[in-house]
């Protein structure tokens, strides 16, 4: 069956877990694999010569043993860190910075959906795309036959369409945080539509703090549907279920078996 015709709610492990194992590890999804979930989420961006890495942040010191912004370093720099050096509790096992080849592989396996946000780089304040990135993530993506397994989202909004062109079945979405639409706007809610669907995405990924009641309905009826992140607690994801959105992103994949049946 391809997995986007299900109407079912997608419970989505943010970054594989990030709670509960090393962020955007090969570790943090293969335990994904092993709960309740029905997709992982991951950020891509790429190393100095031209690598799909799956990483979060513009520099590695956050969450490796090493330093250095992405747009310095080469893969082989990437991959000798220790991803796991700065998780809470400490890890057992260093953690390499896996590539996206390494993980949609992991998934295939897995029989799970990918949803892949496309990170910008970073120089100081100034954000900077990489040369590529999309034609490597499509070329990534098709290689390892997921296509229909996937779903790619940005803040940037303008490398949407241009996934489109690249592989027309590819689903898309808009990540939408304070950032980039403001919810006190007049006719906030359509105009967010009318951008969305110009963008020809199928997906809207709404930051919790934005949700309100009326927005599973409302982007229905206008032929989207409605991902919300990050919800941390049982209570939240057992309440946000009922609402109707269509997915649910979480550090911690493990409370999706208790809060939501």
Same mark, same amino acid.
């Given at each position: 069956?391809?997995?986007?015709?299900?109407?079912?709610?997608?419970?989505?492990?943010?970054?594989?877990?990030?709670?509960?194992?090393?962020?955007?590890?090969?570790?943090?999804?293969?335990?994904?694999?092993?709960?309740?979930?029905?997709?992982?989420?991951?950020?891509?961006?790429?190393?100095? $010569?031209?690598? !799909?890495?799956?990483?979060?942040?513009?520099?590695?010191?956050?969450?490796?043993?090493?330093?250095?912004?992405?747009?310095?370093?080469?893969?082989?720099?990437?991959? #000798?860190?220790?991803?796991?050096?700065?998780?809470?509790?400490?890890?057992? &096992?260093?953690?390499?910075?896996?590539?996206?080849?390494?993980?949609?592989?992991?998934? &295939?396996?897995?029989?799970?959906?990918?949803?892949?946000?496309?990170?910008?780089?970073?120089?100081? $304040?100034?954000?900077?795309?990489?040369?590529?990135?999309?034609?490597?993530?499509?070329?990534?993506?098709?290689?390892?036959?997921?296509?229909?397994?996937?779903?790619?989202?940005?803040? $940037?909004?303008?490398?949407?369409?241009?996934?489109?062109?690249?592989?027309?079945?590819?689903?898309?979405?808009?990540?939408?945080?304070? #950032? !980039?639409?403001?919810?006190? #706007?007049?006719? #906030? =809610?359509?105009?967010?539509?009318?951008?969305?669907?110009?963008?020809?995405?199928?997906?809207?990924?709404?930051?919790?703090?934005?949700?309100?009641?009326?927005?599973?309905?409302?982007?229905?009826?206008?032929?989207?549907?409605?991902? !919300?992140?990050? !919800?941390?607690?049982?209570?939240? =994801? &057992?309440?946000?279920?009922?609402?109707?959105?269509?997915?649910?992103?979480?550090?911690?994949?493990?409370?999706?078996?208790?809060?939501?049946?």
């Amino acid at each position: 069956m391809d997995s986007r015709s299900s109407s079912r709610l997608q419970r989505v492990a943010h970054r594989g877990g990030a709670a509960l194992a090393p962020e955007n590890t090969l570790a943090a999804f293969r335990r994904a694999l092993s709960l309740s979930v029905d997709a992982i989420e991951l950020d891509v961006q790429m190393s100095r $010569d031209g690598h !799909v890495i799956v990483f979060h942040d513009a520099t590695v010191e956050r969450l490796t043993d090493g330093q250095g912004n992405l747009l310095d370093l080469d893969l082989a720099d990437l991959q #000798a860190l220790d991803a796991a050096a700065h998780f809470s509790g400490g890890w057992s &096992q260093p953690q390499r910075i896996p590539t996206l080849r390494e993980v949609l592989d992991l998934a &295939q396996h897995g029989r799970i959906r990918v949803f892949i946000e496309i990170k910008s780089g970073k120089r100081k $304040d100034t954000s900077i795309r990489y040369p590529g990135i999309a034609e490597a993530v499509v070329r990534e993506v098709l290689a390892a036959g997921m296509l229909d397994h996937v779903m790619i989202m940005s803040f $940037d909004w303008a490398i949407l369409p241009h996934l489109k062109e690249l592989a027309p079945g590819v689903q898309t979405g808009a990540l939408v945080s304070n #950032a !980039v639409w403001q919810p006190q #706007a007049t006719e #906030a =809610l359509s105009t967010l539509v009318a951008q969305v669907k110009a963008l020809r995405c199928e997906w809207i990924h709404m930051n919790y703090k934005l949700f309100t009641p009326e927005m599973p309905g409302f982007f229905h009826a206008n032929g989207l549907q409605l991902g !919300v992140w990050i !919800v941390n607690d049982a209570a939240g =994801l &057992q309440c946000l279920a009922q609402t109707g959105v269509d997915s649910l992103t979480t550090d911690r994949p493990d409370l999706f078996a208790s809060a939501i049946a």
